[in-house]
Structure formats: C-alpha cells, structure tokens
C-alpha cells in the first residue's frame, strides 16, 4: 500500500526559506505525479504545485511560481517543495500527494485534489513576524 510521509515543517520567520520533503513508500514512484496543496486555517485546501513523474514538466498556483520550486528524487522516491521568502500567508499545513495520471493538457488536472489517489498526513508550517 502506498503511503506518503512529509517532513521538514516548523516555525520560521517572514523571509526565511524551509524545504519540505515527501518519501513515498510502497509503490513505484516514477508511476506518480506528485503535488502538494495546502490548508490554512479556516480555508479550504488548496493547489500550491505539482511535479511529472519525470521531473521534466512542474506546475504551480500562479501566486506562488516566483517562491516555491518543487522537484524530485526518483531515486530516493523523494518530492521536495523548497519554499522562499516565506510570509505570513504561507501559514498551513502543507500535504503530499501523489496521482496515476499522465502529463498532458497542461496539467491542468494536476491542479484538482480529487484527481490524487494517495495523501500524506499533513505537515505544518507557521510563519511568524
């Protein structure tokens, strides 16, 4: 069964940088694209980037493409989301989550979560002044 575990979270301040790290186990990682969304609090879960499974093609929430990088290691069946200049706003926590579909129309579908079928637990991240 696959599974997928985050880490990397905490307290920074406004500016500071944090990489968040996803592993999944249990399944073939190349068969996944791999994406990450977000729920602050009292807000609804949202897109903040995904990743093909070759790492070739990424997609981000438009707001964000000048901050965050996400990538991966499929030899170490690793996601990353390297998050910059971090401000208040970016307070959440921040959930893995990996899809069977392929890399085509843009990936606009990458952007759904129902269209992931595995999910990690969720880490937080707080971004304080």
């Known amino acids: 069964q696959v599974q997928l575990v985050e880490s990397g979270g905490g307290s920074v301040r406004t500016g500071d940088s944090l990489t968040l790290s996803c592993v999944l186990s249990?399944?073939?990682?190349?068969?996944?694209?791999m994406g990450w969304f977000r729920q602050g609090p009292g807000e609804e879960r949202e897109f903040v980037a995904a990743?093909?499974?070759?790492?070739?093609?990424?997609y981000y929430a438009e707001s964000l493409k000048d901050r965050f990088i996400i990538s991966r290691d499929n030899a170490k069946n690793t996601c990353f989301l390297q998050m910059n200049s971090l401000k208040q706003d970016d307070t959440a926590v921040y959930f893995c989550?990996?899809?069977?579909?392929?890399?085509?129309?843009?990936?606009?579908?990458?952007?759904?979560?129902?269209?992931?079928?595995?999910w990690g637990q969720g880490i937080q991240v707080t971004v304080s002044s």
């Open positions: 989550a990996a899809t069977g579909l392929g890399d085509y129309d843009g990936g606009a579908h990458y952007r759904r979560s129902r269209n992931y079928d595995y």
């Open positions: 990743v093909a499974w070759s790492g070739r093609n990424q």
């Open positions: 249990g399944g073939t990682f190349t068969t996944y694209a």
